[in-house]
């Protein structure tokens, strides 16, 4: 190991939702310099606009520091982000093969969550070091002592040394820095073996291409080397490489073995970039790439189609370069009678599917239609052949299916006590079974189910939410299939059947759902020149109906004495929300009706 | 703070002639708010600043506005002696107890004495401003109103559809539940009340809104429909001045200040372009019953209303929403209702 490495540490911050991970992030670069006080931002490094106002962080973001210690050294520190949110794991994981180490803040007045415990186990598992720390010391509802007592309890591991610190107040940050030296190990890479750089991202620059973000195990590189992706086998010249800085790069000569930097290659296809792949060096390959991540399968499919469906060509490159650095988010094309040309797309859960859908409309600007989400169903048929159905138009008929058989998911939730009987209520509600209970301490529990993914992939999160004051947090993972009694809901309107609103729905609640639904695309569908009849079928049978009258006025009565401008622009508006709705036959469905389908609750 | 007013007003007329001349007129309209809140004497110089800088001898039409609560046969007297020929009246309705409720400060009685001192005063020509779909208001008070208006007999009647504008003490109140307004079935009722009996007593309509005797149309509002151009004065004031669109700031304070330096008020400015211009053309053209000829659609824009709008009038005559001969296009009885659903397409 050479001796300039033992100046780096690469590192991620591990933490539960507003448990302040984003300022901690803050104050480091704050505390390195790398930013004037006049460039900080709050929370540089939730940057797209979407985390900002979630207050979560959706993509992985790095960004690289250096810091003066009081042993005289410099310091080399790079910070790869990490999202928080259970549907995000699979970018945590991506993120914790290229550090060493892991800083697991945790609020002093709440403790560990379901959430944290996920990722810990994860870095954990991936051989990082990890390094605790107890921030909001300084809240009145601060227990250290207790938090340190759980970490050491629940996680397993040493919590003595933990500093207590408040980033908010920026009590005790040098410590932090004092620890993530002593604690977190160094690289270890052979600077002298054939290159071997992970790529854990990449992203699209509309003018420079693809930009890979990577971590080199193993050798140099160089500006103007040829690299070859041992997996893709593609072969680039770099252009330019060079370190994070927030929101930007660096340039610089060459990224040596133990740092984090990017890597600029003219690479205009994205699609010749797979996170997780190994970069070498073309005339001095690897003799085999770095051990790839473990695959990330998505759980969640559901139709996108463009709202103009002359507009799919530009949707289609919208989600080739969101895949890019989206590596768990999947689409191929399909057709729909009601919707035309789109995507089937895959998500790791709903939360995942909401993000690509604002990404899309936001940063993107498309609109665009999502049909109601589907898990994956193993349809047996009566000849034996078994297909894996994502979209509940290509259910077979019914004299064709022998059984279904639907996802179950392990789920742990873990919440205060005195809310384990809304749980236990809201769990029934969705076919869940109960598997067993245990006290972390006098004041909370860990609850473990079984529970099929179709009831989770709804509002689940939203009405466990409700239910227990936000306190509860919640973790899950695929377990296997199981056979169930499973029937296609289909909605008419106007007697034309909307196969984009048809979903899989367990028996027993297909009535009471159908209903619901029905009363609710009553109110969302707005009211059109005729009477629009809202009908829910399973198999040949009508089992709800609702009707939309029809609008008897739409008439301003007077022009504003000469100010037609401002009638203009009512007008326009009101065409606007016209132009945000997609014809059905003689019916106008504007978007809010698709994402009806979302909520059971 | 009415001298003040007046001596912007002034400043404001200046400014427009140094840009366009003496402007001569065939109509005048004093309007938006309650000018017959104004003194004689206020009057008097009023008239006097029109008449220095406009040329008033076209004048075909020459209204006041007036709220009933605020006119006096003094103040009447004086409108009439600036070249006033035509008096606009805000009546809304004739039931006293929804004029309390809506916060008006006359009542039928008030009002019925206004209108009579103004025939007295000359106004032979008298415009009823009326509003339905009041908050409880019912299609046999709406009869009521029509019976009053029959007896009374103006040359002109306007009938509004309540419109709730928001962040308004109506909006709150129909929010917090203390008013309920009529339905939609019973508001198209109270609509189509006006129209079957105001037609059957001789009036004439001629817009959403407005109904006539034969001959006295509002030639002034016509301007806002046929697009022709309009200069407006004041604050909150908007004009259309050769294709070029401007409007004045809402407060009387920012307006005022902008004269006081020798600025022009106007904040908002657009040249409209041609798509805008055939927009309007379309929207405000066809708010008249008489529609829209397809000769003079041609005329003013050099190509056919199919050319600039391809499929959009066979798609709006498949609806029943608009009708169509060998002249032209005209809303349709469902047309009135929805007339918005016929605008937006050409917008």
Redesign the interface.
């Known amino acids: 190991m050479s001796e300039r490495q033992k100046y780096i540490r690469n590192f991620c911050i591990i933490a539960h939702i507003d448990h302040g991970k984003s300022t901690l992030a803050d104050r480091l670069i704050e505390a390195t310099g790398v930013l004037t006080a006049r460039e900080m931002e709050d929370q540089v490094l939730d940057n797209m606009d979407l985390e900002r106002e979630r207050g979560i962080t959706i993509k992985a973001q790095s960004v690289r520091m250096v810091y003066k210690h009081s042993d005289g050294h410099e310091y080399t520190f790079n910070l790869i982000d990490t999202p928080g949110h259970v549907d995000f794991s699979y970018e945590v994981s991506r993120s914790l093969a290229a550090c060493e180490g892991a800083i697991l803040v945790v609020d002093s007045a709440q403790g560990v969550e379901a959430q944290t415990l996920a990722n810990v186990y994860l870095a954990i598992d991936n051989d990082l070091e990890i390094l605790p720390v107890l921030n909001k010391v300084d809240l009145p509802s601060a227990d250290p002592e207790a938090a340190r007592a759980e970490i050491e309890d629940v996680i397993g591991i040493d919590a003595s040394m933990a500093p207590c610190i408040s980033a908010k107040n920026k009590i005790n940050i040098p410590e932090v820095f004092d620890r993530i030296i002593d604690t977190l190990p160094c690289p270890q890479g052979d600077e002298d073996a054939p290159l071997k750089g992970l790529v854990f991202d990449s992203y699209y620059d509309s003018y420079k291409g693809v930009i890979v973000h990577t971590s080199i195990k193993d050798g140099s590189v160089r500006t103007g080397d040829s690299i070859r992706f041992m997996n893709s086998g593609s072969v680039y010249q770099i252009t330019e490489l060079g370190y994070f800085k927030p929101g930007g790069y660096v340039p610089t000569k060459e990224l040596l073995a133990g740092e984090v930097g990017y890597i600029i290659a003219s690479i205009k296809n994205v699609r010749d970039i797979t996170v997780g792949d190994t970069i070498t060096l073309d005339s001095r390959p690897a003799a085999e790439p770095l051990p790839g991540y473990h695959e990330v399968h998505p759980m969640v499919y559901c139709g996108i189609y463009p709202l103009d469906g002359s507009e799919y060509d530009e949707l289609k490159e919208a989600m080739e370069k969101l895949q890019l650095n989206d590596a768990a988010f999947h689409f191929e094309p399909e057709t729909s009678a009601a919707l035309g040309f789109g995507f089937r797309c895959g998500f790791l859960g709903l939360l995942h599917m909401e993000i690509i859908q604002e990404r899309l409309e936001r940063e993107y600007n498309m609109d665009i239609i999502t049909t109601a989400p589907s898990v994956i169903y193993k349809v047996h048929k009566t000849d034996g052949t078994v297909i894996d159905l994502d979209n509940p138009s290509n259910l077979p008929a019914a004299t064709e299916i022998e059984y279904m058989e639907e996802p179950i998911v392990s789920a742990s939730i873990m919440t205060p006590k005195e809310y384990v009987g809304n749980i236990m209520q809201l769990v029934q509600e969705r076919r869940g079974v109960y598997l067993d209970m245990k006290y972390l301490d006098v004041t909370r529990v860990i609850l473990e189910y079984e529970i099929p993914l179709n009831e989770i992939i709804y509002d689940f999160f939203d009405s466990l939410k409700s239910r227990t004051k936000g306190y509860a947090s919640f973790d899950y993972e695929l377990k296997g299939y199981a056979q169930s009694d499973l029937v296609k809901l289909d909605f008419y309107m106007n007697g034309e059947i909307v196969d984009a609103l048809s979903f899989i729905v367990f028996k027993d609640n297909a009535y009471p759902r159908a209903r619901r639904l029905a009363e609710r695309l009553k109110d969302v569908i707005p009211r059109q020149?005729f009477e629009v009849p809202i009908q829910a079928y399973i198999g040949g049978k009508i089992i709800a109906r609702e009707t939309v009258r029809a609008?008897?006025?739409?008439?301003?009565?007077?022009?504003y004495?000469?100010?037609?401008?401002r009638?203009?622009k009512l007008?326009?508006k009101?065409?606007e929300g016209?132009k945000r709705m997609r014809q059905f036959g003689t019916v106008e469905i504007p978007q809010e009706a698709f994402m009806e389908i979302l909520k059971i609750d | 703070m009415v001298d003040k007013y007046l001596d912007c007003l002034e400043l404001e007329c200046v400014l427009r002639e140094r840009l366009y001349g003496k402007l001569s007129v065939d109509t005048v309209f004093v309007?938006?708010g309650t000018p017959s809140l104004l003194s004689s004497q206020h009057l008097d110089r009023l008239g006097h600043i029109i008449r220095s800088h406009f040329d008033l001898a076209p004048v075909t039409e020459f209204t006041f506005e007036s709220n009933p609560g605020t006119l006096s046969s003094d103040k009447l007297n004086s409108m009439r002696a600036i070249g006033a020929n035509r008096l606009s009246m805000g009546l809304q309705s004739s039931d006293d107890e929804l004029l309390s409720s809506l916060g008006r400060i006359h009542d039928r009685k008030t009002f019925e004495q206004c209108y009579h001192m103004a025939r007295l005063a000359g106004f032979d020509n008298i415009s009823i401003d009326m509003m339905f779909g009041l908050p409880g208001q019912t299609v046999q008070s709406v009869e009521r109103d029509i019976d009053y208006l029959i007896e009374l007999a103006p040359e002109h009647i306007s009938a509004?559809?309540?419109?709730i504008d928001p962040d308004t003490p109506l909006e709150q109140m129909l929010d917090q539940g203390s008013l309920t307004l009529p339905d939609?079935?019973a508001?198209?009722q109270m609509y189509y009340t006006y129209r079957r009996r105001l037609a059957q007593a001789g009036y004439l309509q001629y817009e959403?809104?407005n109904w006539s005797r034969p001959g006295m149309r509002s030639t002034h509002n016509v301007r806002?429909?046929r697009d022709r151009d309009?200069l407006?004065l004041g604050p909150a004031?908007?004009?259309?001045m050769l294709e070029y669109?401007f409007?004045n700031p809402e407060s009387l304070e920012i307006w005022s200040e902008a004269l006081m330096a020798g600025r022009g008020p106007a904040i908002?400015h657009?040249v409209r372009s041609i798509p805008?211009h055939m927009?309007?053309y379309m929207?405000?053209g066809l708010?008249m019953l008489d529609g829209i000829q397809f000769d003079s659609f041609r005329e003013t824009f050099g190509c056919s209303l199919d050319e600039a709008y391809p499929g959009v009038v066979d798609k709006l005559v498949d609806?029943g929403l608009l009708s169509r001969d060998q002249l032209g296009i005209r809303l349709t009885d469902l047309g009135?209702?929805?007339?918005?659903?016929v605008?937006?397409e050409f917008?």
């Open positions: 020149q609008y008897r006025k739409d008439v301003t009565a007077k022009c004495g000469g100010d037609i401008t009638k203009k007008l326009e009101q065409k016209k | 309007g938006g509004y559809s309540l419109m939609e079935e508001e198209r959403i809104s806002y429909w309009y407006g004031a908007h004009s259309l669109r409007g908002v657009e805008n927009s309007e929207f405000t708010r609806r009135l209702d929805l007339a918005n659903q605008f937006m917008v």
